[in-house]
Nanobody
Framework: QVQLVESGGGLVQAGGSLRLTCAAS????????MGWFRQAPGKERDFVAA????????TYADSVKGRFTISRDNAKNTVYLQMNSLNPEDTAVYYC???????????????????WGQGTQVTVSS
């Protein structure tokens, strides 16, 4: 049974930083893509970033490129999202997701992911 547990959210001032953590268990994730999504109140869940567990290549939404960094620690089965230069528009619930990836392409759609965490709230004050 796959389990994804996010942590690290909180309240931060604009310009500050947070690091989110996603602890993954229940499977060998070497064939998976791990993604971060976010959902602001009244809005759809949007793609933020993704990483291929094998090889570590990454992709980002344009809105976070240059500010956010996704990474993984194979030994700890953990994925991170380092968020810098945060602004109030980054306020949302952030979700970790896992997608079994038989194809060599990126997955950016919410509906494409197989497993989800419970989410962690990030609030950026102005």
């Amino acid at each position: 049974q796959v389990q994804l547990v996010e942590s690290g959210g909180g309240l931060v001032q604009a310009g500050g930083s947070l690091r989110l953590t996603c602890a993954a268990s229940g499977r060998t994730f070497s064939s998976y893509t791990m993604g971060w999504f976010r959902q602001a109140p009244g809005k759809e869940r949007d793609f933020v970033a993704a990483i291929r567990w094998s090889g570590g290549s990454t992709t980002y939404a344009d809105s976070v490129k240059g500010r956010f960094t996704i990474s993984r620690d194979n030994a700890k089965n953990t994925v991170y999202l380092q968020m810098n230069s945060l602004n109030p528009e980054d306020t949302a619930v952030y979700y970790c997701a896992a997608k079994l990836s038989p194809l060599n392409r990126w997955y950016r759609g919410e509906h494409e992911y197989d497993y989800w965490g419970q989410g962690t709230q990030v609030t950026v004050s102005s």
